[in-house]
């Protein structure tokens, strides 16, 4: 049996590797090697070639009776595990079975009525936060969505924001408020300024697609293609090692959010 030092940092690049070429996001490329590991530990660091479909549903099945996990994280599991046979190790996987599902909790969802949300949105401290809150309120795109918007995906013209690779790998346009149009113009601007000094220090460079970065060369410094919102501090890409500006972090945006409810 091939035991864990010889085997799991190979299967576990090759797993990066594969994300990567299908141009999965980062967070996406983190969870499927998070479950791929624990996966091999449950069992003992045998190698999944040597797993097959009852291993798959024991796994599971742990999940949702020992370790009691939401539905969406046993289905984010599964998701990956099958990424893991299909797409790594080329290996079909057939019907896993009946598994112990974990329970979707059935819940009503908290609908803001206009007031509320007025409130909401004064209680928030003007800059990009609340710039993104209007966003997604008034555009209806979800938050990861609006973190990733290019320049050029914002047309004032025709009052249209456009949507590239969005949920289910689909493009598709959605309104642009027009009242959003002066602020986020405005807001651009102090990017565009912040963009050029990076530009002269030698990290204007923002992170593209391979296909896009191989087609055009030069597009990571071009204004068309910077984030929207970008984060207030230069990082180190970890695929790359490339050191730039990515897009703002969606966990600052929701502890804006949470704070501003509070305080309403």
């Known amino acids: 049996m091939p035991g864990p030092t010889e085997q799991s940092p190979k299967l576990l690049d090759q797993v990066r590797q594969v994300c990567q070429r299908r141009q999965y996001s980062y967070h996406t490329e983190k969870a499927y090697v998070r ?6 530990r449950f069992h003992d660091t045998t190698h999944p070639r040597h797993l097959a479909e009852d291993d ?29 046979y299909e797409q790594v190790l080329g290996v079909e996987l057939d019907d896993i079975g009946p598994l112990d599902r974990a ?20 209680s928030l401290s003007p800059g990009p936060n609340r710039r993104i809150a209007h966003l997604l309120y008034g555009s209806g795109v979800r938050l990861s969505v609006a973190l990733r ?6 047309d004032f013209d025709r009052g249209r924001v456009h949507v590239r690779d969005g949920k289910g790998g689909k493009d598709r346009t959605t309104v642009l408020p027009e009242r959003l149009h002066v602020p986020l113009q405005r807001h651009l601007k102090t990017v565009k300024a912040q963009h050029e000094t990076d530009c002269a220090e030698g990290v204007g460079g923002v992170h ?12 990571a410094t071009e204004w068309r293609w910077q984030y929207v919102f970008p984060s207030t501090q230069l990082s180190e890409d ?9 897009h703002r972090s969606d966990s600052a945006v929701q502890r804006a959010v949470k704070s501003a409810a509070d305080a309403a």
């Open 35 to 40: 479950w791929v590991t624990r996966f091999v």
């Open 56 to 84: 798959v549903r024991a796994f599971l099945s742990h999940l949702a009776s020992e370790r009691n996990v939401a539905a969406s994280t046993q289905n984010q599991a599964l998701n990956a595990l099958v990424f893991l």
């Open 103 to 122: 329970d979707r909790p059935k819940r009503l969802p908290t609908v803001l009525s206009r007031k509320e949300v007025r409130r909401l949105f004064a």
């Open 149 to 154: 918007l290019r320049v050029k995906e914002l």
């Open 208 to 219: 593209l697609p391979d296909a896009i970065s191989e087609k055009y060369p030069n597009a």
């Open 238 to 246: 970890p695929r790359s090692g490339s050191v730039r500006r990515h």
